[in-house]
């Protein structure tokens, strides 16, 4: 009865994502056969119960005011300052001014918690001036699209609040875990991009004119807001003076605070900002509600019991159970955004990790890394969906020039395979 519970589910939640339902819907749907059709409990008890408890949950409020305060940043000049202030210290390094990119991504994800947001406000400056300067555009493409996806990785990151509240997970942990995983990230990145680079000396343009010492410290002046507002928001979490929301408000006023001190905050902007983050705070406040319906009739059926038994019984170590999930994580996040791919798969994989003795931590980071990865890979890659409004290439295009870089995301699932300490030290340091 379960297996044909569990066929007749996934047939039904694929059925309903092929012809366009939009996501929450689709689990709803999903959930209600379950419900109707393999139990005797009362729908609507459990749609109240599922749906006001995945509501009132504190450690959410965290998610709209984080989303706010990226959406405020992406409409200040905060991205001219971080090409300015971090340009100049990339300019003799092999590879040049494509490092801005990595760097860049990664100071504004840790400010921003949005993959989209840092990909978009970098992107608008760093293109344009590589492009003027006669960098590659493939390998300056690929850079921006790859390390966009830390904004999904570094604190405060988004997905990293919606997986802790699934799994009821510390979100302070997870996001220290992010930290070293994603400084590897762009160590990989920049070591990609130079060896590229050392490789093809023709495509790379001749280097900057040099300048002292006191100017580029100088220039540097300017990210000095960026600093303040990761000091405001991630210095006051694990300082333990402030939860993940205390912080998020912090970040927010900041925020507001600086870019109206650039000129860019108007009512105009304010409302536009303001109405952006209200309609994705709701996106995934709705994905999350109808996820906790799916899961409530999910447990009702015994689906993720009876599958947890089912791979025990297929006597999987924990590394093939690693890549035979890396491998299922590819092909969804081919078809369903990060957010969905988490809140649609949480349910049924939790007692299997738990059952295998993953930690709950690092299995966080992972899942995020595969979730980054289709971030750059079609049909619903959506920084690649970003990179093309800017760029006005065609989405193979830009998924020829991001791929070098999915297969070294590839590379990082493997170190953080072989050395799970790169997730799970920090947090239990820091933490203890």
């Known amino acids: 009865m379960t297996l044909i519970s569990s066929i007749t ?27 109707a059709f393999f139990t005797d409990v009362s729908m609507g008890q459990v749609l109240a119960i599922s749906l006001w408890g995945s509501s009132a949950k504190w450690s959410l409020t965290a998610l709209p005011l984080f989303i706010w305060m990226g959406e405020v940043l992406l409409r200040s000049r905060i991205s001219d300052d971080l090409f300015t202030g971090v340009a100049p210290w990339l300019s003799r390094i092999p590879g040049r001014l494509i490092h801005v990119n990595v760097v860049a991504s990664g100071i504004f994800a840790a400010v921003s918690g949005s993959s989209t947001a840092t990909c978009a406000t970098v992107g608008k ?21 790859a390390s966009g996806t830390l904004g999904l990785l570094l604190p405060p990151s988004i997905i990293l609040i919606v997986y ?24 990989i990145f920049m070591a990609y991009i130079s060896a590229w680079s050392l490789i093809n000396p023709t495509k790379t343009p001749p280097p900057e004119p040099r300048i002292s010492f006191r100017k580029k410290l100088r220039q ?47 009512w105009r902007s304010f409302r536009e900002g303001l109405t952006a983050a209200t309609l994705t705070s709701c996106m995934i406040a ?31 170590n924990t590394y093939w159970l690693l890549i035979a999930l890396t491998l299922f994580f590819m092909v969804l996040g081919c078809f369903l955004d990060g957010i969905s791919v988490v809140v649609l798969t949480t349910a049924v994989l939790l007692p299997i ?32 969906f970003v990179l093309q409004g800017m760029t006005g290439k065609n989405i193979m295009s830009l998924s020829a020039s991001a791929l070098p870089f999915f297969f070294l995301m590839i590379l990082c699932i493997f170190l953080l395979i072989i050395f799970p300490g790169l997730a799970t030290w920090l947090p239990t340091w820091i933490m203890q």
């Open 353 to 384: 990790i738990e059952t295998a003795g993953i930690d709950k931590i690092w299995f966080g980071v992972y899942l995020v890394i595969v979730v980054e990865m289709s971030l750059i890979t079609p049909p619903v890659g959506f920084n690649l």
């Open 286 to 316: 709705f994905i999350l509600a109808a996820a906790a319906f799916l899961t409530t009739s999910m447990g009702y059926t015994g689906i993720p019991r009876a599958l947890a038994q089912w791979i025990g019984s297929l006597g999987l």
């Open 9 to 35: 589910l996934i047939l039904v939640l694929f059925f309903l994502l092929a012809l366009g339902v939009w996501v929450p819907f689709a689990l709803m749907g999903a959930a209600a056969i379950a419900i």
């Open 164 to 187: 802790g509240v699934a799994v009821e997970e510390s979100i302070t942990r997870l996001f220290i875990a992010g930290i070293i995983p994603g400084i590897m990230m762009m160590l």
């Open 125 to 145: 400056i760093t293109i344009p001036e590589l492009r003027a300067r006669g960098y590659h555009d493939g390998l300056a493409i690929g850079a921006l699209a």
């Open 220 to 266: 540097s002046k300017r990210l000095i807001p960026v600093i303040l507002i990761m000091i405001g928001v991630i210095g006051s979490m694990y300082a333990g003076f402030a939860s993940p929301t205390d912080a998020a408000a912090v970040g927010v006023l900041l925020s507001l605070v600086i870019s109206k001190a650039y000129g860019s905050l108007t």
